[in-house]
């Protein structure tokens, strides 16, 4: 039994490690964009001015529709207050959106956490996997996650909805099936561990063309803050 536990006590650890490695270089390949897209902002403005100098008004609105297009797709979209929330979460949204996928996002985390950065990164970033990955099965036009974040008394408030191709999912042995087929699901198993170990509350409601994820996690020190 001990060489058991030490075996699934490594898994996890690699799980964990692996986690932290992907997300990291997600929010690298943003913060690059960002600096790509400010490397090339002289450039811009020379070509606009240069459309300018030859009064072709048009040149400049279209040149400026493009830049806010290409703007749009590396802004950080979400400032909740907490670092390592908005490194996940504005490195997933980055992520959906190359999938075609629309998030919607309102999150704000006014305290100091309890939790660990590695427990967050967790949570979130499998929240968020599941939901691009459940996601994906729909055409680009109807792909949407919701995403809700916020201080209920003493408890931070996680909610994640996404739309889904399939009805009504059904559970087995109380608890919902990963989408991706047997063997998969050990995201949603470190999600439900992360969540019991905190003392947390955690609930999964699948209805027509949707399915969301609802956790409520206990912040000692939150009740003091203003």
Request: aromatic content about 6%; some cysteine; overall charge neutral.
């Amino acid at each position: 039994m001990p060489l058991l536990s030490k075996l699934i006590d490594r898994h996890i650890a690699a799980y964990q490690r692996e986690l932290i490695e992907i997300h990291y270089a997600e929010v690298e390949n943003m913060y690059r964009q960002i600096r790509g897209w400010r490397h090339d902002y002289r450039s811009h403005i020379q070509a606009m001015k240069a459309h300018a100098a030859q009064g072709d008004w048009e040149a400049v609105s279209a040149y400026l529709d493009t830049l806010e297009t290409d703007l749009s797709t590396v802004d950080t979209a979400v400032k909740t207050g907490n670092r390592m929330a908005d490194a996940i979460l504005n490195s997933k949204i980055s992520l959906a959106r190359s999938k075609h996928i629309q998030v919607t996002a309102d999150a704000s985390i006014p305290v100091a956490l309890d939790i660990s950065e590695l427990d967050l990164c967790v949570i979130l970033g499998n929240l968020f996997d599941n939901a691009i990955e459940a996601s994906l099965a729909l055409p680009e036009g109807e792909r949407l996650v919701r995403v809700y974040m916020d201080m209920k008394g003493p408890q931070l408030y996680i909610s994640f909805t996404n739309l889904t191709a399939a009805g009504k999912r059904k559970k087995l042995g109380g608890r919902f099936r990963s989408t991706k087929g047997d063997g998969h699901g050990f995201g949603l198993q470190r999600i439900d561990a992360t969540v019991e170990r905190l003392g947390g509350w955690l609930s999964r409601n699948s209805e027509d063309g949707a399915f969301t994820t609802e956790i409520l996690l206990p912040q000692a020190g939150a009740a003091a803050c203003p």
